[in-house]
Structures are given as structure tokens and as C-alpha cells.
């Protein structure tokens, strides 16, 4: 196996499982490592025998149709829901065992939220980096780096384009080496889809991004996981990405029906 | 174990039979043997059946207790189906407990109810194990379930130490109550048959819902079989086999 | 990486000063809540009818019925303003430590319940005719621990129920049996300090509280993370 | 209702085995009826897991 020094790489294992793994980087642990990982939820499973490497500084998307998997893919790489099955390790530290090494280096910006609807997006930005341990000193600044005019009014007013706006603001804020994106371009115009794209592309670190969006969002990859119903169905590089998407689809879903 | 069905003979069912037995000829050396109290007369006979029965509600809430410290220590489906089925007779014994304490206040003190400090406590500890079944059928997700009765249950069980004592002070601190328990001599005997027989008959009863509980909850919280592996996409152009560079 | 004492206690402050940022920046709805608590304080009057001596004599009650009804509103909020947008998860990745939110929020809403009891404090006075007849410094102290007794397990549950169908329900049906002694304990002293404790029994109920709130603040920080991670 | 008991005042309390029947008859309904039910749903089929 030829050590490429770019993100993940793909091979499909005995029984035919995509197994990625990660292209040697100048030593430290893969961002992400996933081994046999596994979610289910009562008796169905939501995704299954997933075993991922992705490289420090690497930027994997994570594509598939509804239902395939992904949200709960992160979900469970951000710790915020244990495997059923298997192991997540963030940057070596094993996220079962010691949760707080692995929650403090990554940060999930997923379908809610995460913010509290009273507060104004400044009040928003103060109380979380005080909780972060790193306080702000200008949050009108870096409201203003997404696009956002300083409001009083509490978030409960703001439109879903505004929220996503002020979600990547907390992103900013915690800037952490491990970023994981559900879904960033849903319920964007395509003004906010441009900036949140120039954001993305922006950020410094190991990005993982699951979108059904294949063809805006893998501009922003280097690589490409395809699943379909919990199983890991193909993996390569993102020039690829539509085309896998519409073999295993049948349609060509390249701009993703948004 | 595996599960064999319907007809063979189990621990529980000795325990039942045992239980139910101790139990009758208790009540009736209590009821037809044993000589009227000297205060209460006849009626004092319902203590027969009333102590026992909150003794052994006692040790069944004890238990609930521990299988929940320990489905919460192990998440193990065999601890939280005990929980339920401990709950489920514990509730019922408190249940019974309360109507027999009416019926024994009504004609010892002429009311029904009295806010007599055990009878109080243990109204408080069926609303609260009642709380626990109830949040037993309305979580969905197994793993849930058991981590939330069984807090639940933890929470329930320590707070009765406190009920009682409140209870008891509230009572005490203002107006001087005798409680029903006088028992000497000739009453041991069908006492502590009765007693035996219900915390037999309790165990029992609890040994005969938690194998009917435990089938389906094992079957909920085991990890059902993986899926088969899905055959790797192979776009036009890549290599079989184990490529890496990204072509697959 | 376990999250050291010195931050877990920072963190402890930071929760509460949230919470209580949140609150007063929706400080309509603690003013729809003081007035709900005042409304029930009228109806208690209402229904026991205008003779002065029984109200008199149960004023104590009639405080804390109207502060524990009023708290399940409270406490199911506080849980409500969490989950409602994902914000709970955002705390989870800062990351927080579960123990550093359970003491965070139950103290915002032990916080908030004094205050409540403040606000219904004169209208008691005043609507039932019980003046104090000891010293206000014992009542604060009963107050405080009441409201204390009524933060721990009431966070733990509303946490509990916060993602159930029927949480409306839950949280009362399983809150209040718990509450049962703090109840007691509250309403005896506060109305023995209102008529007056010539036994000196104040300190003994109050003994109760606290050990009551021992117990809970105790046992309920150890099981929280359960709670939220389940 | 005619056998209601004496109340504490007189001293012992005579009769009230009315009640005593009470108190007996339901507790050992309620534990039979209980004890029914778990039978019953302990010899149940499993239901097939899907």
C-alpha cells in the first residue's frame, strides 16, 4: 500500500466493506480513527461496520440520500451519542474513555441550533466563550465575519439562514482542529450557501462535511465516503464524488435538489 | 438459560406454593385459633394480614433498590426486567397495604383514613413507585428505559428514610398517635407465618414477572445481528482490489 | 483530560450566570409566572372561604402551594431552553462537565424560587393577615432551604422528562411525592414562625430541610450525567 | 352496616368482623388475580422478534 500524503484513501476489505485508511501524515494520530463502528436504535441499525481513518488536515465528505446514515455517523464521531458497536478515537484520544479530550478538540455544527433562542446572537457568542474558557472580547466583530448584523432582538426571531449564520459564528469561536457539518447548506439562499462555502473553505484543520448536496460540498473535499442505508458503499477522491453518487442513485443529483 | 416453555416446574413456582400455604394457615390460626386482642378485640385479627404485608413490602422495595443500583452499575436487561417486576409487586402490596389500614381505622379510631405515620409514608411510596411504571410505558427506547426507571427507582427508595421521619414529626410535634403495634406472645406464632408467607409469596411473584419481563427486554436491549456488508461501489475506470490514491 | 475542580467550579458559575442571563433577558415570562403564583394565592383564599383565623393559620400553606405548583413551570423550562434548539449539546462538545451543569442550573433555579417566594411573600402577609411574629433571618433560612429541597430533585427530573411525550405530566407526577418532605418541612416552619414558636420546633424542621437537601444535592450531582447522556 | 364496631371510647371494640373479612377477602383476591395475571403472561408465546 502506496502511502499517499493527502487525506484518506479507500480499498474495499475481504467482504467488500469500503475501508479507508488514512495516508500517512508527519506523525500525530489520524483526526478521526473509527474502528467496526456501529449505531443502532432499538432493533434497526442506522449505520454499520464503519471503519474510517481521517487524516490530520484532511477534508472528507460524507455523502448519501436521507436516511443514510450520516447525521448519526457524527453524531457518534462527536461523542455526543455512544456506538453500539466499535470505537471512535479523536486525534488518539479514545472518545468512550476520556470524552472531554475528544469533545474539547472538535465541534459538531449539526441540524439544531445549539443555541439558546432567548439570547441575541451576541449574548449567544459571550456565554459560550465564556464556557469555552476563551472570552470575547468583540462579538459584533465576528458577527460580522459571517455576515451578521449585531441584533437585540433574541435569537427565536431570527430566520434559518440567520441561524446558520450565527451557528458557523460558534464555530469561529471554538475554532477547533476537528470540524464536523451536518447538512451546512440546508435551508440557505444561495448568497448564504456562497458564504457559508468561503467559510468552509476558510477553516483551518481536519473538516468533515455530510451533505447530500454532492456537488457544491465536494468542491470543498479532497475526499469522498458514499453511504447508502448505514453501510459504507464507496470511498475515492471528490472529483468522483457525483459520479458515485449517481451510479448508486441513478439520477443525477450533482446539485443536490436543495 | 434457554427458554423452555410453559408447563415445566421453576424455583418461583415452589416459592409461590410455599408462600401461598405459610400464608393460609397463618390467617386462619389468626382468624379462628388465635385470641381476640385485648383492646381492639376481634378487628385486631386484620394485623395479621396488614403487618405482614408491610414487612414484606418493605424487603420487595429493598429489592426493586438493588436490581436497580445494578441495572444502573451492569445495564443489563436481567436487572431492569427485576426492577419492573419488583416494582410491579411492590406497588401492588403497598396497594393492599393502604386498603387494609382503612379498614383497620375504621372501626379502631372511626375513620378511614388517619394521617397516621406509616399509613402516610406509604401512600407517598406507591405515588412515587407508581411514578416509576409509569415512566417505564411511556420512554420507547430500551436503553432509556432502564437508565431513567432505574434512576427513578434509586431516587424513590432513598427518600423514603426521609417521608417517614417527616411524617412522623408532622404527627408527633403536634398531637400524640398510637400506632398499630402491639404484638406479644400468643400473636408471634400466626404473625410470622403470615410474614413468611408473603415475603415467600412475594419473591415468588416476582420471580414469575421477571422471567415473563426478561424475554422481551433482553430482546429489546441485545444487539441485534449486523446487517450483511454491502457490496464497494466500483466506478468505471478503478482498479479492483486494494488501490489506494483514491481509486478503488 | 478530566476536567479539574478549579473548572468544574468555573463552570458552575458559568451555567448559573446563564441561566440567570436567559432568564432575564425572557424576564416577561418570570413575570407571567410571579403572577401565576399570585393567582393561585387568591384562589387558595377562594376556596377555603373569607374566614381570617383558617387562613391565618394556614398562610405557610398556602406560600409554598403556590411556590411548588409554580416550580414544575420553572423547572421545565429551564430543561425547555436546552433542548428546545440543541443548545445542550453545544455545552456537552465545550465541553462541560455534567456535574458543573446539574449544580449550575439547580442553583439558577433554587435562585429563582426565592425570588418567587419574595415576591409572594407580602401579598401572603398581607392577603392572610400572618404577620411575623419571629425573625425574618429564620424565615430567609427556611425559604432558602426550601427552595433549595425543591432545585435539586426538581432539575434532576425536569432533565429526566425534558424529551418524553407526556412531560407535562411526568414532571409533577414525578417530582411532587419526592417534594412530600421538603413540603412539610417548609410549611410547618414558616408557619410557626408566622404564629409564633414557643417550643422552639423551627430549628428541628429546619434540621430536616437540610438534611433533605444534603441528600439530594448529593445524589441526584452523582446521577445527572446519566440523565443527559441517555 | 350492622356490624359495625364499637368505637375506642368504650374500651375494647367488640364485633367488626365485617371488617376483618374485608381486609382478608380483598387481599387475597387482589394477590390471586395478580398472581393469575403473572401466570398467564408467563406462559405467553414469545412473540416472534422480527
Given amino acids: 500500500m502506496n502511502d499517499v500524503p493527502v487525506a484518506v484513501a479507500a480499498m474495499p476489505s475481504a467482504e467488500g466493506t469500503a475501508v479507508a485508511r488514512a495516508a500517512a501524515v508527519v506523525g500525530g494520530p489520524p483526526a478521526v480513527r473509527c474502528t467496526g463502528l456501529a449505531r443502532r436504535f432499538g432493533r434497526r441499525w442506522a449505520f454499520s461496520r464503519v471503519d474510517l481513518?481521517?487524516?490530520?488536515?484532511?477534508?472528507?465528505?460524507?455523502?448519501?440520500?436521507?436516511?443514510?446514515?450520516?447525521?448519526?455517523?457524527?453524531?457518534?464521531?462527536?461523542?455526543?451519542?455512544?456506538?453500539?458497536?466499535?470505537?471512535?478515537q479523536i486525534f488518539g484520544h479514545d472518545a468512550g474513555a476520556d470524552p472531554a479530550a475528544?469533545?474539547?478538540?472538535?465541534?459538531?455544527?449539526?441540524?439544531?441550533?445549539?443555541?439558546?433562542?432567548?439570547?441575541?446572537?451576541?449574548?449567544?457568542?459571550?456565554?459560550?466563550?465564556?464556557?469555552?474558557?476563551?472570552?470575547?472580547?468583540?462579538?459584533?466583530?465576528?458577527?460580522?465575519?459571517?455576515?451578521?448584523?449585531?441584533?437585540?432582538?433574541?435569537?427565536?426571531t431570527y430566520s434559518a439562514g440567520m441561524r446558520k449564520r450565527l451557528q458557523l459564528a460558534a464555530l469561529l469561536l471554538k475554532d477547533p482542529p476537528l470540524t464536523l457539518l451536518d447538512e451546512p447548506f440546508a435551508a440557505l439562499d444561495p448568497a448564504g450557501c456562497g458564504a457559508v462555502e468561503a467559510l468552509i473553505s476558510?477553516?483551518?484543520?481536519?473538516?468533515?462535511?455530510?451533505?447530500?448536496?454532492v456537488g457544491r460540498a465536494a468542491r470543498l473535499c479532497d475526499h469522498a465516503l458514499l453511504m447508502h442505508e448505514g453501510a459504507a458503499r464507496w470511498q475515492g477522491p471528490a472529483a468522483r464524488a457525483v459520479e458515485a453518487y449517481t451510479a448508486l442513485h441513478g439520477i443525477d443529483n450533482a446539485d443536490g435538489g436543495g | 438459560m434457554a427458554t423452555t416453555q410453559s408447563g415445566g416446574l421453576r424455583w418461583e413456582h415452589g416459592l409461590l406454593a410455599l408462600g401461598l400455604a405459610l400464608l393460609a394457615v397463618g390467617h386462619v390460626q389468626g382468624l379462628f385459633f388465635a385470641p381476640a386482642e385485648a383492646m381492639m378485640g376481634d378487628v385486631g385479627r386484620i394485623l395479621y394480614v396488614h403487618v405482614p404485608t408491610a414487612w414484606a413490602d418493605m424487603l420487595v422495595y429493598t429489592a426493586c433498590f438493588g436490581f436497580a443500583v445494578a441495572a444502573l452499575w451492569t445495564g443489563k436487561a436481567t436487572y431492569d426486567a427485576a426492577v419492573e417486576a419488583s416494582a410491579e409487586v411492590g406497588v401492588l402490596y403497598n396497594a393492599l397495604l393502604l386498603f387494609q389500614g382503612s379498614v383497620w381505622a375504621r372501626p379502631t379510631w372511626g375513620v378511614f383514613w388517619t394521617w397516621d405515620p406509616r399509613l402516610t409514608t406509604s401512600a407517598v411510596v406507591l405515588v412515587l413507585f407508581l411514578g416509576v411504571l409509569v415512566l417505564r410505558r411511556v420512554i420507547p427506547e430500551p436503553e432509556r428505559r432502564l437508565n431513567l426507571s432505574a434512576i427513578a427507582a434509586v431516587l424513590a427508595y432513598v427518600g423514603v428514610p426521609i417521608v417517614y421521619f417527616?411524617?412522623?414529626?408532622?404527627?408527633?410535634?403536634?398531637?400524640?398517635?398510637?400506632?398499630?403495634?402491639?404484638?406479644?406472645?400468643?400473636?408471634?406464632?400466626?404473625?410470622?407465618?403470615?410474614?413468611?408467607?408473603?415475603?415467600?409469596?412475594?419473591?415468588?411473584?416476582?420471580?414469575?414477572?421477571?422471567?415473563?419481563?426478561?424475554?422481551?427486554?433482553?430482546?429489546?436491549?441485545?444487539?441485534?445481528?449486523?446487517?450483511?456488508?454491502?457490496?464497494?461501489?466500483?466506478?468505471p475506470g478503478e482498479a479492483g482490489g486494494s488501490a489506494a490514491g483514491g481509486a478503488l | 483530560m478530566a476536567l479539574s475542580p478549579t473548572v468544574i467550579l468555573r463552570q458552575i458559575g458559568q451555567i448559573l450566570s446563564k441561566d440567570l442571563l436567559i432568564e432575564w433577558r425572557a424576564r416577561s415570562r418570570g413575570f407571567a409566572l410571579a403572577c401565576f403564583a399570585l393567582t393561585l394565592l387568591?384562589?387558595?383564599?377562594?376556596?377555603?372561604?373569607?374566614?381570617?383565623?383558617?387562613?391565618?393559620?394556614?398562610?405557610?400553606?398556602?406560600?409554598?402551594?403556590?411556590?411548588?405548583?409554580?416550580?414544575?413551570?420553572?423547572?421545565?423550562?429551564?430543561?425547555?431552553?436546552?433542548?428546545?434548539?440543541?443548545?445542550?449539546?453545544?455545552?456537552?462538545?465545550?465541553?462541560?462537565?455534567?456535574?458543573?451543569?446539574?449544580?449550575?442550573?439547580?442553583?439558577?433555579?433554587?435562585?429563582?424560587?426565592?425570588?418567587?417566594?419574595?415576591?409572594a411573600l407580602p401579598p401572603v402577609i398581607a392577603l392572610f393577615d400572618a404577620p411575623l411574629r419571629e425573625s425574618p433571618l429564620r424565615l430567609a433560612a427556611v425559604v432558602v432551604a426550601g427552595c433549595l429541597g425543591v432545585a435539586a430533585p426538581g432539575t434532576l427530573y425536569a432533565a429526566l422528562t425534558a424529551r418524553l411525550q407526556s412531560r407535562q405530566l411526568l414532571l409533577p407526577l414525578l417530582l411532587f411525592p419526592l417534594l412530600v418532605p421538603c413540603l412539610l418541612a417548609s410549611v410547618k416552619a414558616t408557619s410557626l414562625l408566622m404564629s409564633g414558636d414557643p417550643m422552639h420546633q423551627v430549628n428541628a424542621w429546619l434540621g430536616l430541610l437540610l438534611a433533605f437537601d444534603l441528600l439530594y444535592w448529593s445524589i441526584c450531582g452523582l446521577l445527572f450525567g446519566r440523565v443527559i447522556e441517555s | 352496616m350492622n356490624e359495625v364496631a364499637e368505637p375506642v371510647a368504650t374500651g375494647v371494640i367488640t364485633g367488626g368482623w365485617s371488617y376483618i373479612w374485608a381486609a382478608y377477602g380483598v387481599t387475597w383476591a387482589a394477590l390471586l388475580l395478580f398472581l393469575g395475571r403473572a401466570l398467564l403472561l408467563s406462559r405467553a408465546p414469545d412473540p416472534e422478534p422480527e
Fill in chain 1, 53 to 88: 481513518e481521517v487524516a490530520a488536515g484532511a477534508r472528507l465528505l460524507i455523502m448519501g440520500a436521507n436516511g443514510s446514515g450520516k447525521t448519526t455517523l457524527l453524531k457518534v464521531i462527536s461523542t455526543l451519542i455512544p456506538p453500539s458497536l466499535g470505537a471512535v
Fill in chain 1, 102 to 156: 475528544a469533545r474539547a478538540r472538535l465541534h459538531l455544527l449539526s441540524h439544531s441550533a445549539g443555541l439558546y433562542e432567548d439570547l441575541s446572537g451576541a449574548d449567544n457568542l459571550l456565554v459560550l466563550s465564556r464556557l469555552l474558557g476563551r472570552p470575547l472580547v468583540d462579538p459584533v466583530a465576528l458577527l460580522a465575519r459571517v455576515g451578521l448584523a449585531p441584533r437585540p432582538e433574541p435569537v427565536r
Fill in chain 1, 202 to 213: 476558510g477553516l483551518s484543520g481536519t473538516v468533515i462535511v455530510a451533505s447530500h448536496q
Fill in chain 2, 166 to 235: 417527616s411524617v412522623k414529626w408532622w404527627r408527633t410535634l403536634h398531637q400524640p398517635f398510637s400506632s398499630p403495634q402491639t404484638v406479644d406472645g400468643s400473636f408471634i406464632t400466626p404473625l410470622r407465618l403470615a410474614a413468611f408467607g408473603m415475603i415467600f409469596l412475594g419473591a415468588g411473584l416476582i420471580g414469575l414477572r421477571w422471567r415473563a419481563l426478561r424475554r422481551g427486554l433482553e430482546r429489546d436491549l441485545a444487539t441485534p445481528d449486523l446487517p450483511a456488508a454491502a457490496p464497494a461501489l466500483r466506478l
Fill in chain 3, 42 to 119: 387568591l384562589l387558595f383564599s377562594f376556596a377555603v372561604g373569607a374566614d381570617a383565623t383558617t387562613l391565618r393559620t394556614h398562610a405557610g400553606a398556602y406560600l409554598w402551594m403556590s411556590i411548588f405548583l409554580s416550580s414544575t413551570l420553572l423547572l421545565a423550562q429551564s430543561m425547555a431552553h436546552e433542548v428546545e434548539a440543541g443548545a445542550l449539546d453545544t455545552l456537552v462538545l465545550a465541553p462541560i462537565s455534567p456535574a458543573a451543569l446539574f449544580f449550575g442550573k439547580a442553583l439558577a433555579n433554587a435562585g429563582q424560587l426565592v425570588l418567587l417566594a419574595a415576591v
